[in-house]
T-cell receptor, first 114, second 114 residues
Framework: DAGVIQSPRHEVTEMGQEVTLRCKPI?????LFWYRQTMMRGLELLIY????????DSGMPEDRFSAKMPNASFSTLKIQPSEPRDSAVYFC????????????FGPGTRLTVT | AQKVTQAQTEISVVEKEDVTLDCVYE???????LFWYKQPPSGELVFLIR??????QNEISGRYSWNFQKSTSSFNFTITASQVVDSAVYFC???????????FGSGTRLLVRP
C-alpha cells in the first residue's frame, strides 16, 4: 500500500509569494495532520482534520496559513504571503480512525523562502 | 501541562555498544499513549512503537526494547548492539486522548560510529 504522499518534496520561493503544499493520506484513513519541523521549535502540530473537517487549528501560526481538505484523499496547506521565517519542513500524517492513534508520516516538504 | 523531555541532545557510540535514549513525559490525562519515532538522515519519520498508559509491560522487538515506568513518567528506548544504520534522530511523543494531539520531544540525535 502507498504511504502518505506529499508534493512537492522541495520548494524554494521568494518572500511574498504564495506557496501550496499538497498531501494525499493513506487510503481509508479518517484523520489527517499537518506538522511543521524547525530547529528552533521542533515538531509542532499545525492543524488536523477528521473526515475532511478541520477539528483543531490552534497550531496554525498566523492568518497567512490556511489548510483545506476538499475530499478524503487530498489536503492542501497554503501560505500567502510567504516569509523567510516560514522556512521549515512540513509533514503531513494520517491515522486510520479514532482508536488507532498511530500516525503515519509522509516524506515531508522542505520549504525555503528567500 | 503536557510535555515531553528528551534531555540527551546527542549521543555518540561505537558500533555494537548498547545505548539507551531517555524520555520523560508530563500529563494530567489518565489515558494517554507514548510513541517513539525514528528520523533517519533522509528525513522521513518512521513509527517504531506505541504504548498505552494502562500497559506497563516492557517490550522487545529484535535489538530494540522499551521500558515504560509510570512511577517515574518515563518511556526509555534501548538499542542493543547498535549498528551504523541506527544513526538517526529519535523522537519520543505523547498522545492525549482528550485532545487528540501528539506532542513531540525535542529529539535525540544518535550517531553510531563504525
Amino acid at each position: 500500500d502507498a504511504g502518505v504522499i506529499q508534493s512537492p518534496r522541495h520548494e524554494v520561493t521568494e518572500m511574498g509569494q504564495e506557496v501550496t503544499l499538497r498531501c494525499k493520506p493513506i487510503s481509508g484513513h479518517d484523520y489527517l495532520f499537518w506538522y511543521r519541523q524547525t530547529m528552533m521549535r521542533g515538531l509542532e502540530l499545525l492543524i488536523y482534520f477528521n473526515n475532511n473537517v478541520p477539528i483543531d487549528d490552534s497550531g496554525m501560526p498566523e492568518d497567512r496559513f490556511s489548510a483545506k481538505m476538499p475530499n478524503a484523499s487530498f489536503s492542501t496547506l497554503k501560505i500567502q504571503p510567504s516569509e523567510p521565517r516560514d522556512s521549515a519542513v512540513y509533514f503531513c500524517a494520517s491515522s486510520r480512525d479514532r482508536d488507532s492513534y498511530e500516525q503515519y508520516f509522509g516524506p515531508g516538504t522542505r520549504l525555503t523562502v528567500t | 501541562a503536557q510535555k515531553v523531555t528528551q534531555a540527551q541532545t546527542e549521543i555518540s557510540v561505537v558500533e555494537k555498544e548498547d545505548v539507551t535514549l531517555d524520555c520523560v513525559y508530563e500529563t494530567r490525562d489518565t489515558t494517554y499513549y507514548l510513541f517513539w519515532y525514528k528520523q533517519p538522515p533522509s528525513g522521513e519519520l518512521v513509527f517504531l512503537i506505541r504504548r498505552n498508559s494502562f500497559d506497563e509491560q516492557n517490550e522487545i522487538s529484535g535489538r530494540y526494547s522499551w521500558n515504560f515506568q509510570k512511577s517515574t513518567s518515563s518511556f526509555n528506548f534501548t538499542i542493543t548492539a547498535s549498528q551504523v544504520v541506527d544513526s538517526a534522530v529519535y523522537f519520543c511523543a505523547l498522545f492525549m486522548d482528550s485532545s487528540y494531539k501528539l506532542i513531540f520531544g525535542s529529539g535525540t540525535r544518535l550517531l553510531v560510529r563504525p
